[in-house]
């Protein structure tokens, strides 16, 4: 199975600030990499698939890249409706993986 | 739009079964692959299982295969899970996902029901 690590765990920001998040794939996935926010609450939204192509509907704020095995998720300007927890999943190879998640604090 | 509803959650005994449904609405439900996916509250996301839109290719997660059982009916556009054996480890919110396409990233998740296997 392929093992997908988020990093940091946590990270604590202010409404305003760029902010990076990491997922790295124990092999290649390709661009086969889709990353998701989950409100407190609420069910996961999709943000990204094949990498870089933002889904419907999500702001141009998000923004993804990577290929291979190193993949990031850019936030340029943090709103207050961004703090969630983000997770990035594999779809390359079965089973469909998920990252632990990287929670986005105020 | 897309609305994606589960069902058939609840508090059952280690050992026992349960079978959990997802109505959906607002999409050609035939022309897509659907997935079970869940969550320990407050952890992360599991996949579970997938099932291509004509039922002929199911794929499960290693922790639950042999006990579940993933199916479809395109007449009713519903999803069904069926779980036997639960063990604790199998307590969590289940999801219902839409996959965007084959390749099985979700464009689209139900609410969840919440399945609680304690003794």
């Known amino acids: 199975e392929i093992i997908m690590t988020q990093s940091p765990a946590t990270l604590s920001v202010s409404p305003g600030e760029r902010v990076t998040l990491s997922c790295r794939a124990s092999?290649?996935?390709?661009?086969?990499l889709a990353w998701y926010h989950q409100r407190p609450g609420q069910a996961p939204r999709l943000l990204i698939y094949?990498?870089?192509t933002r889904a419907t509907g999500v702001p141009a704020r998000f923004s993804g890249s990577g290929s291979g095995t190193e993949f990031t998720l850019t936030i340029s300007s943090l709103l207050s409706e961004d703090f969630a927890v983000y997770y990035c999943?594999?779809?390359?190879?079965?089973?469909?993986?998920f990252g632990q998640g990287t929670r986005v604090d105020i | 739009e897309v609305q994606l509803v589960e069902s058939g959650g609840g508090l059952v005994q280690p050992g026992r079964s349960l079978r959990l449904s997802c109505a959906a609405s607002?999409?050609?439900?035939?022309?897509?692959?659907m997935h079970w996916v869940r969550q320990v509250p407050g952890k992360g996301l599991e996949w579970v299982t997938g099932i291509s839109w004509n039922s002929v290719t199911i794929n499960y997660a290693d922790p639950v295969k042999g006990r579940f059982t993933t199916s479809r009916d395109n007449a009713k556009n519903s999803l069904y899970l069926q779980m036997n054996s639960l063990g604790v480890d199998d307590t969590g919110l289940y999801y219902c996902?839409?996959?965007?396409?084959?390749?099985?990233?979700?464009?689209?998740w139900g609410r969840g029901t919440l399945v609680t296997v304690s003794s």
């Open positions: 092999q290649s996935v390709s661009s086969r």
């Open positions: 094949g990498a870089s």
């Open positions: 607002g999409f050609t439900f035939d022309d897509f692959a």
């Open positions: 999943q594999q779809y390359n190879d079965w089973p469909r993986t």
């Open positions: 996902a839409k996959a965007a396409d084959a390749a099985a990233y979700f464009d689209s």
